[in-house]
């Protein structure tokens, strides 16, 4: 009786510390919900300074949100982590800049897609999120005006460049304005309960090739199924027995599709970088990019001459990939993207240098350096 007695003391006292944790927790829920509505009104006020100012178009300041981000981390004592902080003030600002007037985004879709899923990382889900048929098409909505901002993958660290959205960029008067990084974790996701039960995998052919190592091992003589996105396989997987699709989380929420085998990705730091379209590119947030093309004169050491102006200024390169002129035939166009903002002394200094020496110069855009 005595051990029954101090068990329900214990529970008791343990229900009363409870208790007191989880008033103060609302109390803190309380204090937050005033904050952040006196932040919405903040964010109101801004939105009213720029209509007086005649800028009330620009709700959306690609510098200034990474510069709030980068802050939050610095001030971050835990124990959340940085990532975890950073996706709620992002939400916020989403939330806040939807106020004024939703932010309309165009990426490649269909829904469940990593594009999708950059769209999101990058503008929250407050955003108005228009997917498209092809990059063509993103391209095309930020062109027409149907959306303020398009999202496209650039590249990614096993598979390299996405070409079409290089070639795009080449010919567009767009500029890019931001970027994404996203992990990309595969997931192989089906309605069967074991590998057996799997006689084909439908997924996007650098989806497929991206898990070719693990298909051979796990699923050795199932057929491969190229076809047009991974949500387009997620969908077929979810519809079809005996069918497994690779995709992200996204498609396995969108289509309620479980995830038997995750992260089968050959190379576990497998990484798509996305940038962020529009017709403007960003102001000097002090952590910056600058992304060009440029074409050197056919002659000897033309190359090393488009180099030079970035070393000589101090300005470090993080990315060089080559791509046919398609204006003639064995002429090659440079895309570089160098740290910095194009307002920078060095960076300017380097440009103008490079300006008097390339065959070719078309800055695509600065913009502020992905925040994790």
């Given at each position: 009786?005595?051990?029954?007695?101090?068990?329900?003391?214990?529970?008791e006292?343990?229900l009363?510390?409870l208790?007191?944790v989880?008033?103060?927790i609302d109390?803190i829920?309380a204090?937050?919900?005033?904050?952040?509505?006196?932040?919405?009104?903040?964010?109101q006020?801004?939105?009213e300074?720029?209509?007086?100012?005649?800028?009330?178009?620009?709700v959306?300041r690609?510098?200034?949100?990474?510069?709030?981000?980068?802050?939050?981390?610095?001030?971050?004592?835990g124990p959340l982590p940085?990532?975890?902080v950073?996706?709620f003030f992002?939400?916020?600002?989403?939330a806040?800049?939807s106020?004024?007037n939703?932010?309309?985004?165009a990426?490649?879709?269909?829904?469940?897609?990593f594009?999708e899923?950059?769209?999101?990382k990058?503008?929250?889900h407050?955003?108005?999120?228009?997917?498209?048929d092809?990059?063509?098409?993103?391209?095309?909505e930020?062109?027409a005006g149907?959306?303020?901002y398009?999202?496209v993958?650039?590249e990614?660290?096993?598979?390299?460049a996405?070409g079409?959205?290089?070639?795009?960029?080449?010919?567009?008067?767009?500029?890019?304005?931001?970027e994404?990084v996203?992990?990309i974790?595969?997931?192989?996701?089906t309605?069967e309960t074991?590998l057996a039960?799997i006689?084909?995998v439908?997924s996007?052919?650098q989806?497929?090739a991206q898990?070719?190592?693990w298909?051979?091992?796990s699923?050795p003589?199932?057929?491969?199924?190229?076809?047009?996105?991974?949500a387009?396989?997620?969908?077929?997987?979810?519809?079809?027995?005996?069918t497994a699709?690779?995709?992200?989380?996204?498609?396995?929420?969108?289509?309620?599709?479980?995830?038997?085998?995750?992260?089968?990705?050959d190379?576990?730091?497998?990484?798509?970088r996305?940038?962020?379209i529009a017709?403007?590119d960003?102001?000097?947030?002090?952590?910056?990019?600058?992304?060009?093309?440029?074409?050197?004169?056919?002659?000897?050491?033309a190359?090393?001459?488009l180099?030079?102006?970035f070393?000589?200024?101090?300005?470090?390169m993080?990315?060089?990939?080559?791509?046919?002129?398609?204006?003639?035939?064995?002429?090659?166009?440079?895309y570089?993207d160098?740290?910095?903002?194009r307002d920078?002394?060095?960076?300017?200094?380097?440009?103008?240098a490079?300006?008097?020496?390339a065959?070719?110069l078309?800055?695509?855009g600065?913009?502020?350096?992905?925040?994790?």
């Amino acid at each position: 009786m005595s051990a029954a007695i101090s068990g329900e003391g214990m529970n008791e006292g343990m229900l009363q510390e409870l208790g007191v944790v989880r008033d103060e927790i609302d109390a803190i829920d309380a204090q937050m919900l005033v904050l952040l509505n006196e932040r919405a009104k903040c964010a109101q006020h801004v939105g009213e300074i720029k209509a007086r100012y005649g800028e009330a178009g620009q709700v959306y300041r690609p510098e200034r949100e990474a510069q709030v981000l980068r802050r939050v981390q610095s001030l971050n004592a835990g124990p959340l982590p940085d990532e975890s902080v950073t996706f709620f003030f992002r939400e916020v600002m989403s939330a806040c800049l939807s106020l004024e007037n939703p932010l309309g985004v165009a990426f490649l879709g269909p829904l469940g897609t990593f594009s999708e899923s950059a769209a999101v990382k990058h503008f929250g889900h407050a955003a108005r999120l228009a997917p498209q048929d092809s990059i063509d098409d993103v391209f095309r909505e930020v062109e027409a005006g149907h959306a303020q901002y398009g999202v496209v993958p650039v590249e990614n660290s096993t598979e390299g460049a996405v070409g079409r959205t290089l070639d795009l960029l080449f010919g567009s008067s767009l500029k890019i304005c931001g970027e994404v990084v996203l992990r990309i974790h595969q997931h192989l996701m089906t309605r069967e309960t074991r590998l057996a039960g799997i006689t084909r995998v439908y997924s996007h052919a650098q989806s497929l090739a991206q898990c070719h190592e693990w298909l051979n091992r796990s699923l050795p003589g199932v057929a491969r199924i190229s076809v047009g996105s991974n949500a387009e396989a997620a969908r077929l997987a979810s519809i079809e027995p005996g069918t497994a699709a690779i995709a992200g989380e996204a498609a396995s929420e969108r289509y309620d599709l479980p995830r038997l085998v995750e992260s089968i990705e050959d190379e576990p730091n497998n990484t798509t970088r996305f940038v962020v379209i529009a017709r403007h590119d960003a102001g000097r947030s002090g952590v910056d990019k600058t992304s060009l093309i440029m074409s050197a004169s056919n002659r000897p050491g033309a190359v090393h001459e488009l180099l030079a102006p970035f070393a000589d200024a101090g300005v470090s390169m993080n990315r060089l990939e080559s791509r046919p002129a398609r204006a003639a035939l064995w002429e090659y166009v440079f895309y570089v993207d160098v740290e910095g903002h194009r307002d920078d002394p060095a960076v300017k200094t380097a440009l103008d240098a490079l300006a008097a020496r390339a065959a070719f110069l078309k800055v695509l855009g600065s913009y502020p350096q992905a925040v994790y």
